[in-house]
């Protein structure tokens, strides 16, 4: 195989065959037979003061070697903040592993018992005494700005509040030929992968080593972390992920379960294990997405978009979240609103609040699906006050090739978006004529169906700005460390990690494409702190983007190397030889001159034959973006329904997604996470809700009352990709799709049902999800 040959090949991974196999190793799977086990007793209430924990009767269990609570676990694991430098009026209260005076989320941990077995400890849980005094909760968040600080040490509820503006809105909304505005509601709904959270620590005490076994997307970053808050040696703390089920953003984050487990491990200086139960990870992780959205558009007679307004108000749980802070989504909204489109003016606010529901944070698409769902249903409604096709007035605002590089009204600086690119994919394609005229065929008869389309923009690849102004311990930066073994195959040593998603193929099919050599000759190493450099591992669809090309650079530069040894074995010049999968190879006429294995094996153990040089045979590289803030992706989702009139029920006919994205390395990996991705977004567009009731107390606990999306709710979801001129500003060109499926889903949906609707004169529904009872109320059914 030659150089080019290992990109944009729908290659299979090993590691998939492994695992399809049944042998995978995730964190429970680890075999520490000596280890104890953590259980965690959780408050059961929203809010409510702890006014006296009882422990004695726990531990004299069998099996039970200690019950700590937050005052035991405090004295050697400080507290953290989910602050920013960035935003220093945020207010970020003291938050601690386990609650300690006041419990204020339900499920918040309280009490943890390490024990011989898991069901000890459960035991053991099942005696602690707690008396609470329960508190009012605040659910409501127009309800808890107004309401007394739940944190005393701070003068309200408000976290932040965010203004913006740009050129003249309200001169603009005065004037305009028409003025659509709707109020959005979107509701929790979290990751849910295959495997739960879980972690097993191991502390030497002699050394002061703490080793962690940890299904998360960032062992670096929690490198740090645990280092920090437990007071020790960095360089002395080893994060390992081995293989991960799953994590969609939800294990990109500090955790006080399992710090808690860390600091039990230090306390007794042993190995301890936790694995969350799917009704612990129901209660705990990380849910995202509650805000209340007023959203304003205002348009000329011909449709032409002149000015938005949004006012989001934020919902975040009790504490802001650790180590990035709960800025994500709000930021996104507001940067991300109207981007496809050219327009005037802008005016945006968030009010970020605190409240007593779980913590919320970064979740697939941070913010991103919902500033789509309002810029998407707010032209929808434009084009029904102006009279025109959606289609149509998409087509007349949307940023054209030559307007770009390109700073929109909201302040967000684009370098390049295909939007025309992707609508012509689109139409070429689908015939839309044929798609429309069966529909109203469909009307005739008394079916109630619907189309929708809504355009998207994934923002991927961060550079240092985003965190590194908040002065906020996240990399940005991705390494790889790439090595010719004595065997003629190459060991590379990536600092992204894998969950699930590819990661590692695709990084072998770039070393490859840098090294000239077939995949199955690069072994690929990930997760691991203590063999990688310092990265920032997978969040916002970055791995290849950035971990990728310090990959492809190592590669360049080792193969510059096996040229100029090979040129002085064979007494010729590095220029005038190729490297060809397993052998160097003339250029002219790619005739073999000397194994790869021949050459690797004279410069481990005969370095004497190089004219005194010295053979490294190893290079080290590292990247990340300084010249973008972000890379782009570019699609539009269209959306195909119909309405059951008797129950509600939304069936999904059918689902198509265009989307361009720079270069694409395996497009077997490409659109399956696209896929994957719109499958989470129908769900939290259909059904997934983490409801609770008006004490604060989730409705939610297990899948028997969270519905997902199976396979049987799903069309076959259609992909269409769009070309446009890759990125040129540096590397391989490469742009993230890790959330793009997710980003436009829920808003195509909810067009395509607001048009059903919209057909037979019903009401509109503007609240995610949209349930039979949503959509029941809007046909005025209920």
Not at 102 to 113: D, F, K, N
Not at 192 to 214: D, S, W
Not at 609 to 619: D, R, Y
Request: glycine share 10%.
């Amino acid at each position: 195989m030659r150089e080019g040959e290992a990109l944009g090949r729908g290659l299979s991974s090993p590691r998939n065959r492994r695992l399809l196999a049944g042998r995978g190793r995730y964190v429970a799977d680890l075999p520490f037979p000596t280890s104890l086990h953590a259980a965690f007793l959780r408050s059961p209430w929203g809010h409510a003061r702890i006014v006296r924990i009882d422990v004695d009767a726990a531990r004299h269990m069998p099996g039970v070697e200690a019950v700590l609570t937050g005052a035991d676990i405090a004295p050697i694991c400080q507290g953290y903040r989910g602050a920013t430098a960035a935003f220093p009026d945020l207010q970020a209260p003291l938050q601690h592993p386990l609650a300690i005076d006041t419990a204020r989320w339900h499920g918040e941990p309280v009490v943890m018992v390490i024990a011989d077995s898991r069901a000890q400890a459960e035991d053991a849980c099942a005696r602690v005494v707690v008396e609470w005094d329960e508190l009012p909760a605040l659910t409501d968040p127009r309800a808890a700005l107004a309401a007394p600080p739940m944190h005393a040490d701070l003068p309200s509820n408000l976290v932040l509040h965010l203004d913006q503006q740009s050129g003249q809105p309200d001169a603009v909304f005065a004037t305009a030929a028409h003025v659509v505005a709707c109020d959005f509601g979107f509701n929790r709904h979290t990751g849910v992968p295959l495997e739960t959270r879980g972690l097993v620590a191991e502390f030497e005490p002699n050394e002061r080593r703490l080793t962690v076994h940890l299904s998360h997307q960032c062992p670096h970053q929690m490198q740090e972390e645990y280092a920090n808050l437990l007071g020790l040696d960095a360089h002395r703390v080893r994060v390992i992920c081995p293989d991960v089920g799953g994590a969609f953003g939800i294990k990109q984050q500090l955790y006080g379960d399992e710090l808690a487990v860390c600091a039990a491990a230090v306390l007794l200086g042993c190995t301890v294990r936790f694995i969350a139960d799917r009704n612990e990870s129901m209660l705990s992780d990380i849910q995202a997405r509650e805000h209340r959205v007023a959203g304003k558009l205002a348009v000329d007679a011909q449709g032409k978009l002149l000015a938005f307004q949004v006012q989001d108000l934020y919902a975040i749980g009790p504490y802001s979240q650790y180590p990035r802070s709960s800025l994500g989504e709000p930021r996104a909204i507001m940067g991300l609103c109207g981007a496809p489109y050219r327009f005037d003016a802008f005016a945006a606010s968030a009010d970020i609040v605190f409240q007593n529901k779980g913590m919320a944070g970064h979740y697939r698409g941070v913010g991103h699906p919902l500033a789509c769902a309002v810029t998407e249903a707010l032209i929808d409604e434009a084009a029904r006050a102006c009279g025109i096709d959606p289609i149509e007035v998409r087509r007349r605002n949307f940023l054209q090739p030559s307007d770009f590089p390109y700073v929109s009204p909201t302040g967000t600086r684009f370098e390049r978006l295909a939007f025309t690119q992707s609508l012509a994919a689109l139409e070429q394609e689908v015939d839309l004529a044929a798609l429309r005229a069966s529909i109203a065929d469909a009307r005739a008869s008394g079916r109630i169906q619907g189309l929708g389309i809504a355009a998207f923009v994934e923002q991927t690849s961060r550079g240092p700005w985003f965190y590194g102004q908040g002065e906020q311990a996240v990399s940005s930066r991705d390494g790889c460390t790439l090595r010719l073994e004595p065997s003629g195959h190459f060991r590379c040593i990536s600092s992204v990690t894998e969950q699930g998603q590819g990661t590692e193929m695709g990084v072998r099919q770039v070393v490859a494409h840098g090294l000239g050599v077939a995949p199955d000759r690069v072994d690929v190493l990930t997760g691991d702190t203590a063999i990688t450099s310092h990265g920032g591992g997978t969040w916002g669809s970055r791995g290849m983007a950035i971990g990728g090309q310090a990959a492809y650079d190592a590669a360049v530069l080792l193969r510059t190397e096996i040229l100029k040894l090979a040129a002085i074995l064979l007494k010729t010049q590095a220029d005038m030889l190729d490297l060809c999968n397993d052998q160097i190879v003339n250029v002219n006429d790619g005739m073999p001159r000397l194994a790869l294995r021949a050459l690797a094996e004279a410069a481990h153990f005969r370095p004497y034959e190089f004219s005194g040089i010295q053979p490294q045979l190893a290079t080290s590289t590292t990247y990340g973006p300084l010249k973008q803030p972000f890379r782009c992706g570019t699609g539009i989702q269209l959306s195909h329904i119909e309405v059951d009139p008797g129950t509600g029920q939304i069936r999904l006919l059918r689902h198509i997604v265009v989307h361009e994205a720079g270069r694409v390395v395996n497009p077997v990996l490409v659109n399956e996470q696209v896929r994957g991705g719109v499958a989470q977004g129908l769900g939290a567009a259909l059904m997934e809700e983490c409801a609770y009731d008006a004490q604060g107390r989730s409705l939610a606990s297990s899948l028997a009352s969270y519905d997902l999306p199976m396979a049987v709710d799903l069309p076959d979801i259609e992909l269409i990709h769009a070309d446009s001129p890759a990125f040129t500003d540096d590397g391989l060109g490469i742009v993230g799709v890790g959330e793009a499926g997710t980003v436009g889903a829920a808003a195509a949906v909810m067009n395509a049902l607001n048009d059903a609707l919209a057909s037979m004169g019903a009401g509109r529904v503007f609240t995610l999800p949209l349930t039979p009872e949503r959509v029941l109320r809007a046909m005025g059914a209920l």
